[in-house]
């Protein structure tokens, strides 16, 4: 046992799952989801040291890497994932890494996880510089990968920080800017994908909206970068603009088809 205290491998405080009614393992499993927002706020001064970290590497061209086994690297993916149509932002911007390959998104690959050196190995492919930036995410803190590609990334002068729901963990330890959100014992015991999973979801959707506001690509409250890859966002788009410049849909509708975004339509307009 590490001394540290490994809240994730902590007892449930409900036990005889197996006899409880649906409703009420529901309404269990409810009561402790209540405490991931409160757990998270605590983090915050944490995070806006990362994101304030990130917006002056991203100025100069870096980038952010998200390295994460099982669960996590899940996490990563799809956050990673959903940032070019969201904010029009190309997709070798933030990338999200996972023990054992993209095979390991659908399928749990056995032992991935285990190696210390894979995460920087995989990191080299990328031509990783000093101005980019590697977030590990690991709920336990413990994860070999993770905490190799953490510790090799520092070494070489990067910008670490990790998402993880065990303070004062080893991969803690490992990073300049530790995120560890103690959302306590999980319902079924162990299950970090419940609400530790839950605490990097949100985390992480914090990290890469305020990042992308700071750098710019969103106005007022608006995607004005998002992609327009299918109806409903050539339609958001379109009323984006009805309501910033004062037209009519069909034209506000052609203006984007021809420019291709809304900030590009805004801009031409607006000079």
Known sequence: MSEYNRITEMPSHYDDLELMSTNDILSNINEEDKKIAEAVEKEIPNITKLVDALVERFNKGGRMFYIGAGTSGRLGILDASEIPPTYGMPHDRVIGLIAGGDTAIRVAVENAEDDPNQAWKDLLEYDINENDAVVGIAASGTTPYVIGGVKEAKAKGLLTS????????????????????????????????????????????????????KIGRVKGNKMVNMQLSNIKLVDRGTRYLVEELNLDYKEAETLLKKYGSVKKVIDVLKG
């Open 162 to 213: 990790c998402v993880t729901n065990n303070p004062g963990s080893p991969l803690a330890e490992a990073v300049e800017i530790p995120i560890a959100v103690n959302v306590g014992p999980e319902f079924v015991t162990g299950s970090t994908r419940m609400k530790s999973g839950t605490s990097q979801k949100l985390v992480l959707n914090m990290i890469s909206t305020a990042l992308m506001i």
